[in-house]
Each structure stands twice: as structure tokens, then as C-alpha cells.
């Protein structure tokens, strides 16, 4: 997984808790600071362990924390690849052009990287089903990207985010409906 992702979830844990909570969940990952650089890429196992371990010190499921820091993510995100988005694209039209936009960046940038593919089926003008596929089972960490792209587009309070299927398998199916 890309530094970038791990440099973000060091914010979140200290933005939501204090510095003092990621030191301790770093030592109780068995994790060094030292361990992570934002240009680097990183075994999967280190955030299995520090997600694991943020459960255990917050009594929030893995899936919880991973819907809440895919919606943290967003901003950072979209500012990051802001030069490859349409200005007048919405949540859904964001969603049904990030695996040919944003996606196939991250992948040009570093041959490692490895985000899910999404494959986007639209339905109509305010609905299409995401087809999440990764071995790494972070299907909620989408479900809360998904969330997060509806609040960076003013669209929180009229876009429902439905997983389909469980959130933490290889293939998750989320459904996304704008409200009327």
C-alpha cells in the first residue's frame, strides 16, 4: 500500500484522537514512525496490523475505522489528483470515471501500487452499482470513500451508499443512488 495512505491515517488518528494514540498504536503493531514515507510503498500487513490494533484500543470494528478513514481520505485525495477531475463532474460521474482517471494514475506513478479495481455499472442519470475487486478486503474503506465523495460534492445529505454484499470480501458490490 502507498505511503501516502499511511501518512493519512497518522493524521486521522491524530486529528480524531492525539499524537500519543499513534505512537501507541504503532508500538502496539508491533510499527516504528521511522516505518513510513509517503513515497514509498509498504506491505499490506501493516495496516491489517494498525487497523487490527486501532479496533482493540477503540472498541470500533476494523469495518467501522475503515469507513471512517475512507471518508477522512477524500479531501486529501481530490486535492491531490485535482488536475485529472472535471469541474462539473458530481459524486456519481467522480465515481464512474475514478478508475480510469485517478486510478490509472496511482498506477503509472510506482509499477507496486495495486488499488481495487472498480468497475462501474450506471444505471441512470442518479444510480450505478461499484463493483469493488481487491485481495486486500477493504471493501468499507471504498464505502467510505464513496461517503466522502458525496460530502466533498455537497451531495452527502442526498446520496445513499448501500454495500450489497459483505464489506470485507475480495468482491463487494456497493450501490449508489442520488435522492430526489
Not at 22 to 47: C, I, N, Q
Not at 104 to 110: G, I, L, P, T, Y
Not at 158 to 164: L, M, S
Amino acid at each position: 500500500m502507498h505511503g501516502t495512505i499511511f501518512t493519512l491515517l497518522k493524521r486521522y488518528v491524530q486529528t480524531q484522537y492525539d499524537h500519543s494514540a499513534w505512537v501507541r498504536l504503532l508500538e502496539a503493531a508491533g510499527l516504528s514512525a521511522t516505518d513510513f514515507d509517503h513515497k514509498s510503498v509498504y506491505p499490506d500487513e501493516h495496516m491489517y496490523r494498525l487497523i487490527g490494533e486501532a479496533a482493540t484500543m477503540t472498541g470500533l470494528s476494523a469495518d467501522e475505522l475503515h469507513e471512517k478513514f475512507g471518508e477522512y481520505l477524500v479531501p486529501d485525495l481530490m486535492y491531490m489528483y485535482q488536475k485529472l477531475l472535471d469541474p462539473n463532474w458530481t459524486t456519481l460521474d467522480m465515481l464512474e470515471h475514478t478508475e480510469n482517471t485517478m486510478h490509472r494514475q496511482v498506477r503509472a506513478e510506482h509499477a507496486e501500487n495495486n488499488p481495487p479495481v472498480l468497475s462501474v455499472t450506471r444505471l441512470s442519470p442518479d444510480e450505478l452499482f461499484i463493483d469493488y475487486v481487491s485481495g486486500r478486503r477493504m471493501g468499507a474503506l471504498a464505502v467510505g470513500m464513496v461517503r466522502g465523495m458525496a460530502s466533498y460534492y455537497n451531495e452527502a445529505d442526498r446520496i445513499e451508499v448501500e454495500p450489497t454484499t459483505s464489506e470485507n470480501g475480495e468482491h463487494v458490490r456497493i450501490r449508489v443512488r442520488r435522492l430526489a
